[in-house]
């Protein structure tokens, strides 16, 4: 198939238009990338004009802003990255044109007074993110679960927690309630939605998450998740299923975790993720911290590759836990640990500490140094960009 073919208009304006079978697709771009090749010609992703999008055309334009991205921007695009606060603030700006990360994670601190001002402050964030080298939007991330885990206080609806509307509500009913949420997330500006909490409820978990599993029985959990993450897929905000392949026993935000169970026991820890990819269409997951066989699960190529992605056939993005966490920063650095996850399989990282610069020049190091092979890289970047041309084409 011949994917691509380059037509130059005027200075400081390329449009590169990518046949992709029956459906063109228009990339604009103005400038040059910089430390780039000649075909590094700056792009940014248009809204789709293409109906009924299917694998092959999103694959065929993502394969193009690869090929346009240089090392760094590829670096850069694999990690999500922190703010300061509720606004965007000149130097925090030239911050953002300069790092381009593939993702922002916004927390309570970082949701302004009003939702006229959360619609500013996303929209301001992505345009200093896309506004130089490769245009490419960041995902806008929040954990919208419910119950506990809220970040936009009043200011949209106030979920119930999971297990709450496992117990109270038809599955109908939880759908329309999570449709309605998804919609103002994604009016909110908001892209990503670090949830739902998939796997189900055990003794060991008990106490980390209680009200933020839908459920201790696997099928319940499977029912009520799979809903949240269709009513969100559907709306055009990511959902993210956590935490793959369980959390474990101890709260990884202050110890290590552990998961050492039996294969029946194990199959039924998995089972609500596997009942996504197949019914719900799961399109991110979330690695935990806990450790396997070992390894901590975000750095397991074993859960990453061979269950996810082989036996389970999952074919969207493979996000980390945040590094920042005591339960994996005490035993490694964030440096070694954001080039092991991404080796081992993530996707993306997230880290809340600040620092990108030095996370960033480590997988660069990493790659130049063998360490990390760049058709590794290459992968995690190809399938971002997938997910956000998905989100384009979802309108």
Same mark, same amino acid.
């Given at each position: ?15 590169? &238009? ?18 780039? $090749? ?66 922002? &994670? ?20 992505? $345009? ?11 995902? &806008? ?24 509307? @496992? ?34 409820? $055990? ?97 397991? @190529? ?21 590094? &920042? ?31 990108? @610069? ?38």
């Amino acid at each position: 198939m011949k994917c691509f073919r380059f037509l130059p208009l005027a200075a400081m304006m390329v449009f590169f &238009i990518i046949s992709c079978g029956r459906s063109p697709v228009v990339i604009e771009g103005a400038g040059a990338a910089g430390s780039g $090749t000649a075909g590094e010609a700056a792009a940014v992703i248009s809204r789709p004009a293409w109906p009924g999008t299917t694998e092959e055309v999103l694959a065929c334009h993502a394969e193009r802003l690869l090929s346009l991205m240089t090392l760094k921007e590829k670096c850069s695009q694999v990690l999500f990255m922190p703010l300061n606060g509720s606004s965007l603030p000149e130097e925090e700006a030239a911050v953002l044109r300069a790092f381009k990360p593939g993702g922002i &994670i916004l927390f309570k601190f970082n949701i302004p007074a009003t939702l006229k001002k959360v619609k500013l402050f996303t929209a301001a964030v992505s $345009t200093a993110v896309s506004a130089e080298g490769v245009h490419v939007a960041p995902f &806008i991330a929040v954990d919208h679960e419910g119950g506990i885990v809220q970040r936009f206080r009043d200011l949209i609806t106030i979920l119930p927690p999971p297990s709450g509307a @496992a117990e109270t509500m038809t599955p109908e009913e939880a759908r329309t309630l999570y449709l309605s949420s998804a919609g103002e997330l994604k009016d909110a500006g908001i892209s990503m939605n670090l949830g739902p909490v998939l796997e189900p409820l $055990t003794a060991e978990t008990g106490k980390l998450l209680a009200g933020r599993s839908f459920s201790a029985d696997p099928d319940i959990a499977a029912a009520y998740g799979g809903v949240f993450i269709a009513a969100m897929n559907g709306k055009g905000v990511l959902a993210v299923a956590k935490h793959f392949p369980g959390s474990g026993g101890a709260d990884p935000h202050a110890l290590s975790s552990v998961i050492d169970i039996g294969a029946e026991e194990f199959a039924s820890l998995v089972y609500p993720f596997r009942e996504a990819v197949e019914k719900y269409g799961l399109r991110g997951v979330m690695m935990s911290h806990a450790y396997v066989d070992g390894v901590p699960a975000l750095m397991s @190529a074993g859960l990453i590759e061979g269950m996810l992605r082989k036996d389970m056939r999952f074919t969207g993005l493979v996000i980390s836990d945040d590094l &920042i966490m005591s339960g994996l920063s005490k035993s490694y650095s964030m440096e070694d640990a954001v080039v092991m996850a991404v080796a081992a399989g993530c996707d993306m990282v997230i880290y809340s500490g600040g620092r990108p @610069a030095a996370l960033r020049d480590s997988l660069f190091k990493a790659v130049q140094e063998g360490r990390l092979p760049l058709p590794r890289l290459n992968q995690a970047v190809r399938r971002i960009l997938i997910e956000k041309l998905r989100l384009q084409a979802a309108g």
